[in-house]
């Protein structure tokens, strides 16, 4: 049963991954010029098969990797919600990035080094989306993970003290709220 779980779900989010990515690109007489909103998110047959087809591929090659802890807590749609409204920090904390990597340099207020940090994440998919937030935000590149524990190597254009705090800080709060 938990081998259906897991192909179902990857197959699910593949499926809704490709449908995302092909928004409005189906018939050729529904297109973004198109006066009905309505018709901008139609999707045409042939997409919709070849959709599913690839959906089922990926779902029967990559399912063991995807739901390897046979865990579902993911399937909750309480934490897609919560991840959707992640993404509002997430670019706040970016522009803020953007406006002092561009302050730094040009002030040439510049020490980089690379610091580690302690975020106390237990989960993979904690750990990948904190890399991956850091990385996203300018100033902040993620090096490496430790292999014992959840600390990271992050390269800080500016090294100050209390890493932990101010580079992984308020996304650490937000990923607990739907990955651990």
């Given at each position: 049963?938990k081998?259906?779980?897991?192909?179902?779900?990857?197959f699910?989010l593949?499926?809704?991954?490709?449908?995302?990515?092909?928004?409005?690109?189906?018939m050729?007489e529904?297109s973004m010029?198109?006066?009905?909103p309505?018709?901008?998110?139609?999707?045409?047959?042939e997409?919709?098969?070849?959709?599913?087809?690839?959906?089922?591929?990926?779902?029967?090659?990559v399912?063991?990797?995807?739901c390897?802890?046979?865990n579902?807590?993911?399937?909750?749609?309480?934490?897609?919600?919560?991840?959707?409204?992640?993404?509002?920090?997430?670019?706040i904390?970016?522009?803020?990035?953007?406006?002092?990597?561009?302050?730094?340099?040009?002030?040439g207020?510049i020490?980089?080094g690379?610091v580690?940090?302690?975020?106390?994440?237990?989960t993979?998919?904690?750990?990948?989306?904190?890399?991956?937030?850091?990385?996203?935000?300018p100033?902040?590149?993620?090096?490496?993970?430790?292999e014992?524990g959840?600390d990271?190597y992050?390269h800080?254009?500016?090294?100050?003290?209390?890493?932990?705090?101010?580079?992984?800080g308020?996304?650490?709060?937000?990923?607990r709220?739907?990955?651990e």
């Amino acid at each position: 049963m938990k081998r259906v779980k897991a192909f179902l779900a990857t197959f699910l989010l593949a499926l809704f991954v490709y449908l995302l990515l092909t928004l409005a690109t189906g018939m050729p007489e529904y297109s973004m010029a198109s006066n009905d909103p309505w018709n901008q998110i139609i999707w045409s047959f042939e997409e919709l098969v070849f959709g599913l087809s690839i959906s089922l591929i990926v779902a029967a090659v990559v399912d063991h990797i995807l739901c390897r802890t046979k865990n579902f807590r993911m399937m909750n749609p309480v934490r897609w919600v919560i991840m959707l409204f992640y993404s509002i920090p997430l670019f706040i904390e970016m522009a803020k990035a953007n406006f002092d990597v561009a302050n730094r340099i040009i002030k040439g207020d510049i020490e980089p080094g690379i610091v580690k940090i302690e975020p106390d994440l237990e989960t993979d998919l904690g750990l990948t989306f904190l890399a991956n937030s850091i990385t996203l935000t300018p100033g902040t590149l993620t090096v490496d993970l430790s292999e014992e524990g959840s600390d990271m190597y992050i390269h800080w254009i500016k090294v100050e003290d209390d890493p932990t705090e101010k580079i992984a800080g308020k996304f650490v709060k937000w990923i607990r709220r739907f990955a651990e």
